[in-house]
């Protein structure tokens, strides 16, 4: 039986998305399920089995139809032995083999990367980054993650861990973050703070997509709050720029929904205070493949691996 479909799994902070995807990376069903309803590890790891179980029912295939089952995971992961170190903003996972545990479950070959490394894939395959020989990806979320493209390959770093761009620290003191450092760039431009700051102003019915309403209707206080953010943001960027040279650098995420402002503000600081030769060439883009770059990734991944 020919193997022509892909389960692709990208666990954020909130939701877990499932979708079967067919060898050209085209998503042929999605579910979404709420992650906070999954409070312990074995009911997650459940959840996702199950899940796979019921997209093959609901699609009437058998795992023969399945090449594998990728997974996208907020964390930091070790792409080959298939260890999840930690989950930043999910408690209750500490160096979890879970590679081993859902190809025992499921019976199917399984990879498992950070989700922002899985974005990456996605973006530099088949989105805003695509022909790019170096690229920095960011996505904005509940947590900042980042995947860093190098000649034209994921960068992954001695133990697996490269492109934490969340949690390089913008400051000598500041918040303590989840991932035990402190005044990481997450703590200050992660979904949670740019909603606290927004509700002392706008109260607590303000969403992210409501204070980018706001500001591209010129409202001064929405405006504040996001140019704040492109600044925070910013000073990481131009030392990442100043760093690795990168074509290209692509954010994505539901802060990077906040458009014109944002992305108007990253490219004038970093053209201002990143040193000229680093700054003359690089772009920086809206990543194209929105909430279907996880997944996309993640079926990148299992094709990828299986190679």
Known sequence: MAKE???GIDLGGTNLKIALLDLRYRIRYKEVLNTQRFTRKEVLISAIVDSVDKILKDNNLSRKNLLGVGLGLPGPIDYEKGIVHFFPNIPGWKEVKLKNILERKLRLPVFVDNDAKVMSLAEHKLGAAK???????????????GGVIINGKLYRGLSNAAGEIGHMPINENGPRCNCRGYACLESYIGNNRIL??????????????????????QNRNAKAIWLKVAERLSVTLVGVVNLLNPDCIVIGGGVAGAGKILFDNIKKIIARRAMSVQAKHVKVF???LGNSAGLIGAAIL????MR
């Open 5 to 7: 479909f892909i389960a």
């Open 131 to 145: 022909g790019s020989t170096n690229a920095v990806c960011i996505t904005l979320g509940t947590g900042v993650g």
């Open 196 to 217: 606290r700051e927004a509700r002392k102003i706008f109260g607590s019915s303000i969403t992210l997509e409501k204070l980018s309403y706001l500001a591209k209707k």
């Open 286 to 288: 809206k990543a194209k």
């Open 302 to 305: 299992v094709k990828e691996g």
